[in-house]
């Protein structure tokens, strides 16, 4: 993975423009943010956001914040007007299945890949949340808690947190018996009450542990020695909650 360019530093009280203003300082005028919402959740899909916001007050997104620290109005807000202010933006939506059959870590790279190959303006640098993804053809840098210091990575998080919300909203009318529009999929007490009285539904991720116990495919629970947690699917792989 890249490094910062050479001489490049970002203060810490920067802000959230921070980053992409130091890139273009040094020459780097096209800056992509990417990250994804669902990894955690033993339900629906995996959605990948990025985005390349615009130099100066044109990409300036009144009241972006990491997704997951904003309401639902406010995300839907912030998601409308990232929309109209991107130079480009993209969205990639991973099937339940398909996580399944990739594994949650595997899918999740492969989906962020997917979002910035299907940016219609090729980026010169790409930001990512947390953890590395190779294979993006630019150079391209980790941050931690990117989606907390870094706009182009918020307004990635808040296109695919708006996305797959949207998608799960639409999913409990078709198995209300899970109250998908709640949890959006991840892990509850109501959530697992649901699937230990009617099992798993047709999008749920049968690598995961609660999931393939109330598939009668794991023992039940018998205590809390030696049991995998819940948000660890069946290749020991730990997930984030509400990610």
């Not at 033993?42 to 615009?54: E, F, N, S, T």
């Not at 190779?134 to 989606?147: E, H, Q, R």
């Not at 210091?149 to 296109?159: P, Q």
């Not at 991840?186 to 999931?211: K, Q």
């Amino acid at each position: 993975m890249s490094s910062l360019p050479r001489g490049l530093a970002v203060r810490r009280d920067a802000g959230i423009y921070g980053f992409e203003r130091a890139l273009r300082r040094h020459g780097v005028g096209l800056v992509a943010g990417v990250d994804e919402a669902g990894r955690g959740a033993c339900a629906g899909p995996l959605v990948a956001g990025a985005a390349i916001l615009p130099a100066g007050r044109a990409g300036v997104v009144p009241g972006l914040a990491d997704s997951k620290l904003l309401t639902e109005r406010a995300r839907e807000r912030c998601y409308t007007e990232v929309v109209r202010r991107a130079l480009a933006w993209a969205v990639v939506v991973v099937p339940h299945d398909e996580c399944d059959r990739l594994g949650m870590h595997v899918a999740n790279i492969e989906a962020l890949r997917r979002a910035v190959a299907l940016l219609e303006v090729r980026p010169e640098y790409v930001l990512t949340d947390g953890f590395p993804v190779d294979g993006l053809g630019v150079p391209a840098l980790a941050v931690w808690k990117g989606d907390r210091v870094a706009a182009c990575v918020a307004a990635a998080s808040v296109l695919a947190k708006v996305t797959r919300d949207r998608i799960m909203v639409e999913m409990h009318d078709d198995f209300p018996h899970y109250d998908f529009r709640t949890h959006k999929g991840y892990i509850t007490d109501d959530h697992t009450a649901a699937l230990l009285e009617h099992g798993p539904s047709p999008v749920h991720r049968m690598r995961f542990v609660n999931v393939r116990r109330a598939a009668g495919l794991e023992p039940p629970l018998s205590g809390p020695a030696g049991e995998p947690e819940d948000g660890v699917d069946a290749g020991g792989e730990e997930h984030r909650v509400g990610g």
